[in-house]
């Protein structure tokens, strides 16, 4: 029997064209009526069962695979993330041009490897235009990367193999007896543990400085912690600034530990996942100008910069120690006179996708500036719901709204502790599962509060009055059983 040859593209170009067309038109619906939909609800069991099927062995179709989309994803009424009242962790809404964006770099499917292709121009293109927005030195070095855990990944490897004078790409952490200490605010997100875990170096090479009442590290005790390592026969290399943590917003001292870093001769590294970009708010760039100081940056553009999952970037001032760090040109990467390295001599990635479209597009789009105006909006809505709570005698903010995260607890009167964390958990579910809103949780000092990060595009001043009409409600409701 003769086997004919197969390709993975349509038989009818015009039928799959008239299919895609119906997929963008579906889309744009969504997105232009998202407001309609719910933040989010439960899967059926119903949809999960029909979902558990075996593996597809025989073809059945686009048509019909799409039709499977509308009818477990699109059909789920889960808008979650892309919801105007989605506020939960920090994740950004995403963007009609950013979703563009991505499918046009799915379709060329091209690679950002070499100076050669356009891809990397434009990822070059793009980190400049980061460098410019973060008053970042222009010199630096940088890369795109899926998100802030890699891009802090990326930093801190440059940072240890700098501190190891890069002898551990050869001999490995066996051949060097020092024992290296990184230092962070205890509200650091906990990426920074597990790239130390990564990295070889372990959470107990860890050092965890107190915060001040703003949440963010003490300075002192910083300088103490350094100076009692050293005499305990540690070799400090690194210390992380945390810009805009994940629990409060806060920004530390990030001037104050250039000043300790250069002092000590240690790596100065900021996790600005997000707040970085308080640097384009005209109330709390302020806050953030010492990430100019800093030896690296690791920012997200799927959070605060609203764009699609999963885009990131790295920034390292010295290309030399960033280049030694992840340089290896095997004969088949062959270099020129017109490209002396790959990107993938910047990170431990060879294969890598056109990730910079979506922000070189999204920001051609709508310009540097509207951003600003997005990021001060946020801000400014956070203040806003932040004095809703602070005005409702049934309400209290268990943390300062320094950028643009509020945390709160409902507090009757006469509840134990344990009772007011059961009490604020159901809150939290209540408002979640009645499809109104979604915001998450977290612990400060051990106490349960509510949080509620805004990073998102889509929100208005509606919604913040809706969502605390909600919280009110659910408390007043579930208290009952209470009393």
């Known amino acids: 029997m003769t086997r004919f040859e197969e390709t993975l593209d349509p038989e009818n170009w015009d039928d799959y064209r008239l299919l895609g067309h119906q997929m963008l038109d579906d889309m744009f619906d969504y997105l232009q009526n998202i407001r309609d939909e719910p933040c989010f609800q439960l899967i059926p069991e119903k949809t999960l069962t029909e979902l558990d099927e075996p593996l597809p062995k025989k073809p059945q179709g686009a048509t019909q695979t799409y039709e499977d989309f509308k009818k477990y994803v699109y059909g789920s009424k889960q808008a979650f993330i892309a919801h105007p009242r989605y506020w939960g962790w920090v994740n950004g809404t995403g963007t009609p041009m950013g979703m563009l964006a991505d499918m046009l770099a799915a379709g060329t499917n091209n690679t950002s490897e070499t100076a050669y292709q356009m891809t990397y121009q434009i990822e070059m293109k793009v980190l400049d235009w980061f460098k410019e927005m973060l008053n970042y030195p222009k010199e630096s070095s940088g890369i ?9 990944l990326t930093a801190l490897t440059v940072a240890r193999n700098k501190a190891t004078s890069h002898t551990v790409r050869e001999e490995g952490l066996i051949g060097y007896t020092k024992k290296l200490t990184l230092y962070c605010s205890e509200q650091v997100h906990d990426c920074i543990y597990k790239n130390m875990e990564i990295l070889g170096l372990g959470k107990k090479s860890v050092r965890k400085i107190p915060v001040d009442s703003n949440y963010r590290m003490q300075i002192p005790l910083l300088e103490k912690q350094i100076n009692e390592d050293r005499r305990a026969g540690f070799t400090p290399f ?45 109330t709390h760039r302020d806050k953030v100008k010492g990430l100019g100081l800093a030896d690296s940056v690791a920012v997200d553009l799927h959070k605060w910069m609203y764009m699609p999952y999963g885009i990131g970037f790295a920034l390292v001032r ?47 789009e709508q310009g540097a500036d509207k951003f600003g105006r997005l990021i001060q909006q946020n801000i400014d809505q956070a203040n806003y719901f932040g004095e809703l709570v602070s005005d409702s005698p049934k309400l209290e903010l268990s943390s300062p709204v320094s950028l643009n995260v509020v945390c709160f607890r409902y507090v009757p009167d006469g509840l134990s502790e344990e009772q007011l964390e059961e009490l604020n958990t159901r809150i939290g579910y209540g408002v979640s599962f009645s499809g109104v809103a979604v915001y998450s949780s977290t612990r400060l000092h051990g106490t349960y509060v509510q949080r509620m990060a805004i990073t998102n595009h889509r929100t208005t001043k509606e919604d913040l009055d809706l969502v605390f009409s909600e919280i009110i409600k659910q408390g007043d409701t579930i208290v009952k059983e209470y009393r």
């Open 144 to 152: 795109l990367v899926s998100g802030c855990s890699m891009a802090n």
């Open 238 to 282: 690194c210390v992380v600034g945390t810009a805009g943590s994940v629990n409060t917003g806060a920004i530390d001292d990030l001037e104050a530990i250039s000043r300790v870093c250069k002092d000590e001769d240690l790596w100065f590294h900021v996790d600005a996942a997000f707040g970085a970009w308080a640097m384009l708010s005209e």
């Open 318 to 364: 010295s290309r030399v120690d960033h280049l030694n760090t992840f340089s290896m040109q095997p004969p088949y990467l062959g270099t020129d006179e017109v490209m002396d390295y790959w990107l993938s001599d910047l990170t431990p990635e060879l294969s890598r996708g056109f990730r910079a479209l979506k922000a070189w597009m999204t920001i051609k």
